[in-house]
């Protein structure tokens, strides 16, 4: 259920993604009503962005908004407003809560100075993290615009992948599996078996981080005694918990690996 009454969030939201959508979804689960502000033209036009000319103009951006709202939460009160400051509507009366991304935390804090200097309480601040595209970076519309990634955060760029393994019986698996997550990829195998010690756990960590020197990505794949594997998937920024693929056939692993590295996100419209 809902725990504010007005809940108010703001960007620029522009190549629509899975990262815009997480903050939307997270603005209807918390607020009765919602207000997005939409940056409008103007504003851009006295805060450039890197790559300002290929944002989509406000129309546009904030049509979109309103659809992903209509078809996400049809009969809900939620506003899309033109954003022409930092702060918009976030600072007025009636704002119970204000959604922001790992990102722009700052930004919240600001708009309670705002609120304070202009005698009102501050609101929680609801902080979204960021979403991961598939090469454990952030989605963003930079990155979308530049052509590394697509809405929903698949990458389409060239990358390269480490990868550390202790049972060369697995490589075609895995080559498969990254040949259809990233086509544009390209991958270098390298065997540590006897080499690496401890549990399948310890010995993914390692491989992985051993494998992430000139690479974009690394995983490391250590086969259980029992049955299945231990994948650790990370990047230069971010590295991810050891998950677990069950026992069986070589084609076990690689679809267990099909759903690591293409995970199921909601289409953003």
């Given at each position: ?68 709202i ?57 902080v979204?993290?960021?979403?991961l ?8 519309s ?33 080559a ?13 195998f ?6 690496t010690?401890?549990?399948a756990?310890?010995?993914a ?14 995983l ?50």
């Amino acid at each position: 259920m809902p725990r504010f009454r007005h809940v108010v969030l703001g960007g620029t939201f522009d190549r629509f993604h899975v990262g815009h959508a997480a903050l939307l979804a997270t603005a209807f689960r918390a607020g009765r009503s919602v207000s997005v502000g939409v940056t409008s033209d103007r504003f851009l036009a006295d805060h450039p962005k890197p790559g300002i000319r290929s944002i989509q103009p406000f129309a546009t951006r904030s049509r979109i908004v309103r659809r992903w709202i209509r078809a996400r939460y049809p009969g809900r009160e939620g506003a899309v407003v033109p954003l022409d400051d930092a702060v918009g509507r976030s600072a007025e009366d009636g704002v119970d809560a204000l959604v922001v991304s790992s990102e722009t935390v700052a930004g919240g804090r600001a708009v309670n100075a705002r609120r304070r200097r202009l005698g009102r309480r501050p609101v929680p601040l609801l902080v979204v993290p960021l979403v991961l595209a598939d090469d454990l970076r952030p989605v963003s519309s930079r990155r979308i615009r530049a052509g590394e990634i697509d809405a929903e955060g698949r990458r389409r760029g060239p990358i390269s992948v480490g990868v550390g393994l202790d049972d060369s019986r697995d490589r075609p698996a895995v080559a498969a599996a990254l040949g259809r997550a990233f086509p544009w990829g390209t991958v270098r195998f390298g065997y540590v078996g006897g080499r690496t010690r401890g549990s399948a756990r310890k010995r993914a960590v390692a491989l992985a981080a051993a494998e992430l020197r000139g690479h974009d990505l690394a995983l490391g794949i250590a086969r259980k005694e029992r049955s299945g594997w231990t994948v650790v998937e990370r990047s230069p920024v971010v590295a991810l918990d050891p998950r677990s693929i069950p026992g069986g056939p070589a084609s076990a692993l690689r679809r267990g690996l099909d759903r690591i590295l293409r995970p199921s996100r909601a289409k953003p419209l």
